[in-house]
């Protein structure tokens, strides 16, 4: 069995920064790549961020140089620091692992960010 657990959402005034945690334990071996993606209300499913191996990211154009994604490999753990939180960042975000054991993509169940005056 597999766990993706989330943790690190909130409410936070425009201009302030959250961290996001998400660990994956159980049986779950050789994870090639993590990351987050994130859901409005009314929109679809989009990425935020993806890191390959420890260090090949990548991040959709409205988080670059405000979001940055990073992985602890040893604990199966990415995070995404957000900072200079705008309205538009508001949306439920989900942790994504993609593993060769097994051959699959993991999800998390998703944390609420909530960036509101």
């Known amino acids: 069995q597999v766990q993706i657990v989330e943790s690190g959402g909130g409410l936070v005034l425009p201009g302030g920064s959250l961290r996001l945690s998400c660990a994956a334990s159980?049986?779950?071996?050789?994870?090639?790549?993590m990351g987050w993606y994130r859901q409005a209300p009314g929109k679809q499913r989009e990425l935020v961020a993806t890191?390959?191996?420890?260090?090949?990211?990548n991040y959709a154009d409205s988080v670059k140089g405000r979001f940055t994604i990073s992985r602890d490999i040893a604990k199966n753990t990415v995070y995404l620091q957000m900072n200079s939180l705008k309205l538009e960042d508001t949306a439920v975000y989900y942790c994504?692992?993609?593993?060769?054991?097994?051959?699959?993509?993991?999800w998390g169940q998703g944390t609420q960010v909530t960036v509101s005056s």
């Open positions: 994504n692992v993609k593993a060769l054991v097994p051959n699959r993509d993991f």
């Open positions: 159980g049986s779950i071996f050789s994870i090639y790549a």
């Open positions: 890191i390959a191996g420890g260090a090949i990211t």
